[in-house]
């Protein structure tokens, strides 16, 4: 049990440009989304935390106006970055909540040029 | 902020056991001990968790101190594929993320 699938595992955008990651539970529903990001050498960050058809609820210091999370289903959630930038190139990490705990996806490599 | 401290890394030889201690001295009651591990450029991989008794599974031996105030992850036969980072983690069990401090990197040498 709990298979994630979290797509892509890396891209490259323009400065500029949006792209949106894709998080799946695969083999359960997950009511709660967490959303990390991961700068080089540095820990994972908890950047948002999302629950099925609400809004999500943002850490200090997250915009949520370029960091869109949608959560419309209990097997899919998304994260956009709008407009990105150099610095936005980070690990992106999802993690869903299924009923007996944590789980995690397999990451984003996120590359902004 | 992260409730745990850790060594920034360790080594320790192949085949031999890997203990990986880990202070939580303000962990509250009902909070857990959970270890996970980061191989590089993928997602935290689940180890063991625990409350207050050890615990044992396949991967690894989780053994907290009675006061709960520290804790020791063991890996008994290390292998090179053991290294990674490894993050001890305290928290509520349920819908509260978790919080991830800078763990302990550990390096497995032939």
């Known amino acids: 049990g709990a298979v994630v699938s979290q797509h892509p595992s890396r891209v490259i955008c323009k400065s500029g440009t949006s792209v949106k990651i894709e998080c799946r539970s695969l083999d359960f529903q997950a009511t709660t989304m967490f959303w990390y990001r991961q700068f080089p050498k540095q820990s994972l960050m908890l950047m948002a935390t999302s629950n099925e058809g609400s809004k999500a609820t943002y850490e200090q210091g997250v915009e949520k106006d370029k960091f869109l999370i949608n959560h419309a289903s209990l097997t899919l959630s998304t994260l956009t970055v709008t407009s990105a930038h150099p610095e936005d190139s980070s690990f992106y990490i999802c993690?869903?909540?299924?009923?007996?705990?944590?789980?995690f996806g397999s990451g984003t490599r996120l590359t902004v040029v | 902020d992260a409730k745990t401290t850790q060594p920034p890394s360790m080594d320790c030889a192949e085949g031999r056991a890997a203990n990986l201690p880990c202070n939580h001295s303000t962990i509250s009651g009902n909070e857990y001990v959970y270890w996970y591990r980061q191989i590089h450029s993928q997602g935290p991989q689940y180890i063991i968790h625990?409350?207050?008794n050890n615990e044992t599974n396949e991967m690894a031996s989780l053994i907290i101190t009675e006061d709960r105030k520290s804790s020791t992850l063991i890996l008994p036969h290390a292998t090179l594929r053991d290294t990674a980072v490894y993050y001890c983690?305290?928290?509520?069990?349920?819908?509260?993320?978790?919080?991830f401090g800078k763990g302990t990197r550990l390096s497995v040498i032939a």
């Open positions: 983690i305290v928290s509520y069990s349920g819908n509260t993320p978790l919080v």
């Open positions: 993690s869903p909540m299924a009923s007996y705990g944590y789980t």
């Open positions: 625990g409350l207050k």
